[in-house]
């Protein structure tokens, strides 16, 4: 498999805002696979990192044959370098909490709904600070959460001071950026590297050869639309919330949201029992949420009812299972009680064709270290 921030590969550790046009984001990324072996290798969206500006000089000498020293320059850019920074200091540390109507925090919990189960009301952090990257002030803003597991996940957002920017203009990207980041985060810690791609891309085509495009946005997926939060209605970009939310968890599962279109559902395997798959249907119609049939060993044993919170987007809905099927499973069967259990068959008579196969949690360790 491709290595990819949507195959989980990488973490996001820092967005940080282009000083030339606000709509544009660089994503810092860290490679988990240098990550697990003690080292820190970096990866930015910015020419100057693919075009690896800073080896340019010894690159030349090389190629006129005047160096004769092999010195290899990692390979960097001012915004791997802030990312390193953050990587050193930010640690595991408890940040001051803030409470849930904070706009940062409220615009969070709102575009990403299963944030809103999983975080509890007293579980969110924030730091701000005013920090230089290449003599250019930015505003940095680092967002904590802890899940009611006990995990914690920081995103880290960097906004350009040089744009006006508010508390509340603010709240979308960090929400945006910080929500997708977190949740990630969540899913990479339990041991399903799912995470989806992120929400905003910014990918410069190079004069003269081809750039290294990661993780295109989807098709229908505008700028607008990414920015936009969960349940305001007028947000200028004539979407719907069940088509905001749909968005989100189109993002959120980058290609398995075509599997799930295609075939109807998506498989969770348990982390709690071996042999045991959880599987999650979508009425086609997106109208009303369908029972959970679970596997055991192969074999479809029950259906378990779920029932959604009011007024919340099917789609919204689905994710938040989802994400708690995997995020905190315990959490979720707790709340299934004897009398939300039915036999199989209760919610349609569609037979199973495809198996549903368990597959063990992997990185647990690592991602715990
Ligand atoms: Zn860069």
């Not at 990324?29 to 080292?39: F, K």
């Not at 914690?152 to 980041?181: C, D, K, M, N």
């Not at 990661?214 to 700028?223: I, K, N, V, W």
Request: proline share 7%; with cysteine; aromatic share 8%.
């Amino acid at each position: 498999m491709a290595r990819s921030l949507r195959n989980g590969d990488f973490d996001l550790t820092l967005a940080i805002q282009s000083p030339s046009s606000p709509d544009r984001w660089y994503r810092v990324l860290l490679d988990r696979a240098s990550a697990r072996v003690g080292e820190t290798v970096l990866s930015c969206d910015c020419v100057g990192w693919r075009q690896d500006a800073r080896n340019a000089p010894a690159r030349r000498a090389l190629a006129a044959g005047r160096s004769d020293t092999g010195l290899r320059v990692p390979r960097g850019c001012k915004h791997t370098d802030v990312a390193t920074t953050l990587l050193g200091t930010a640690g595991g540390g408890a940040m001051p909490r803030y409470r849930t109507d904070h706009p940062y925090v409220g615009a969070t919990r709102t575009r990403w709904a299963p944030l809103r189960d999983f975080v509890p009301e007293d579980g969110w952090g924030m730091q701000e600070a005013r920090i230089t990257v290449s003599a250019e002030p930015y505003h940095l803003v680092l967002l904590q959460a802890t899940g009611t597991t006990g995990t914690t996940a920081t995103a880290a957002i960097a906004f350009a001071a040089y744009h006006p920017a508010t508390l509340g203009s603010r709240a979308a990207p960090v929400g945006e950026w910080g929500g997708y980041t977190i949740a990630a985060s969540f899913c990479r810690q339990a041991g399903v590297p799912l995470a989806g791609e992120p929400p905003l891309h910014f990918a410069e085509a190079l004069p003269g050869r081809s750039a290294p495009r990661r993780a295109p946005l989807q098709p229908g997926t505008s700028t607008r639309a990414i920015l936009a939060i969960g349940d305001q209605r007028d947000l200028g970009d004539r979407l719907t919330p069940a088509q905001r939310a749909e968005n989100t968890l189109r993002l959120f599962l980058g290609p398995q949201h075509a599997l799930l279109e295609r075939q109807g559902f998506l498989d969770v395997s348990s982390g709690l029992t071996a042999g045991r798959v959880y599987r999650l249907r979508r009425d086609p119609q997106r109208r009303y949420e369908r029972r959970v049939r679970v596997f055991e060993n192969g074999s479809y044993t029950r259906d378990l009812c779920i029932v959604r919170a009011q007024s919340v987007p099917e789609a919204d809905h689905f994710l938040t299972l989802l994400f708690g099927l995997i995020a905190d499973e315990r959490r979720i069967l707790s709340v299934v009680q004897r009398g939300n259990i039915f036999r199989t068959y209760s919610d349609g008579q569609e037979r199973e064709t495809m198996p549903a196969v368990w597959q063990p949690r992997t990185g647990q360790a690592a991602a715990a270290a």
